[in-house]
């Protein structure tokens, strides 16, 4: 499927679109954040789609991706575009558009920070959690300039369950296609996405 089709969803509940939420969508690597993200940014009426890669290619210099050297830098940057995917989801919220955040949050320091600076906007939180493998498995099948060199699943799920606890909707995708995923999400997460925030 290609990325950028719209998905014919359930209706949408009031409490996710126009502004009412803000929903972030989480994952490993290869869990089908950025197909997803976007899958339901377009379900939604008024929404605006935030992609933590692409806004962090916006350092056209002196760039360092998260796991990069000098670690000192990359932990920098990482702050960096949280401070920006929330100002951003500030900005889009108080405007009437759902902001979709599309991000790697490794662990409960870094959502707490959301949690923190969305404040008191409603936040919605889904990790997508197929298994491993089928992360693996995804990422290996992507062309070629989308695969991401990543190694470190096992210690990245283990992080995320550690800090995040029974937090948010933790979603088994392993056996849904992306369409699916984002049809359960628009009808599924303003009940689901909220738990233990």
């Not at 955040?101 to 320091?109: A, K, L, S, T």
Request: aromatic content about 6%; overall charge negative; hydrophobic content about 45%.
């Amino acid at each position: 499927m290609a990325v950028g089709t719209a998905v014919a969803a359930a209706p949408v509940n009031d409490t996710l679109d126009h502004g009412q939420s803000c929903l972030i969508i989480t994952g490993a690597p290869g869990a089908g954040k950025s197909t997803v993200s976007l899958m339901v940014s377009q379900a939604l009426v008024r929404s605006a789609l935030l992609n933590g890669d692409q806004l962090n290619e916006m350092i056209v210099r002196g760039r360092v991706w998260a796991l990069g050297e000098p670690a000192d830098e990359a932990a920098r940057q990482v702050r960096l575009c949280n401070q920006n995917l929330c100002a951003l989801a500030t900005n889009f919220a108080d405007s009437g558009f759902t902001p979709v955040i599309d991000w790697i949050i490794p662990d409960r320091q870094q959502l707490d920070f959301y949690l923190h600076t969305l404040s008191p906007r409603r936040v919605l939180v889904v990790v997508l959690a197929p298994s491993i493998d089928v992360c693996r498995r995804r990422n290996a099948t992507r062309d070629a300039d989308e695969q991401f060199a990543f190694d470190g699943y096992e210690d990245l799920r283990s992080s995320m369950h550690d800090g995040f606890g029974t937090a948010g909707w933790w979603f088994d995708t392993s056996d849904l296609t992306p369409e699916e995923t984002a049809i359960q999400i628009v009808a599924e997460a303003p009940k689901r996405a909220a738990r233990a925030l």
